[in-house]
Nanobody, 115 residues
Framework: QVQLVESGGGLVQPGGSLRLSCAAS????????MGWYRQGPGKQRELVAG???????NYADSVKGRFTISRDNAKNTVVLQMNSLKPEDTAVYYC?????????WGQGTQVTVSA
């Protein structure tokens, strides 16, 4: 089992920045993929960015050039740096950890981009 604890959401004005962090604990197997998903009001959950235990990354087209995902394998932590935030980035952001046993989700953290 893997437990995920997220932090860093909040309210920010358009053009601002936020940093989300997700710490994984429990039985960590490699290889794994950790990522951030989001679900906006009335929308389906979508992948924002992912990173493998080897460091490969992928991003949704809507966030490329604005968001950066990184990880600290020693701390089993993944960070999503979000810059140039837009109102359409408003959503609940969920951390996900996936390995050979399946997927695990965090509880979610609210990100609101509004003037």
């Amino acid at each position: 089992q893997v437990q995920l604890v997220e932090s860093g959401g909040g309210l920010v004005q358009p053009g601002g920045s936020l940093r989300l962090s997700c710490a994984a604990s429990g039985s960590i197997l490699r290889p794994y993929v950790m990522g951030w998903y989001r679900q906006g009001p009335g929308k389906q959950r979508e992948l924002v960015a992912g990173i493998t235990s080897e460091g490969s990354t992928n991003y949704a087209d809507s966030v490329k050039g604005r968001f950066t995902i990184s990880r600290d394998n020693a701390k089993n932590t993944v960070v999503l740096q979000m810059n140039s935030l837009k109102p359409e980035d408003t959503a609940v952001y969920y951390c996900n950890h996936r390995d050979s046993r399946g997927g695990y989700w965090g509880q979610g953290t609210q990100v609101t981009v509004s003037a």
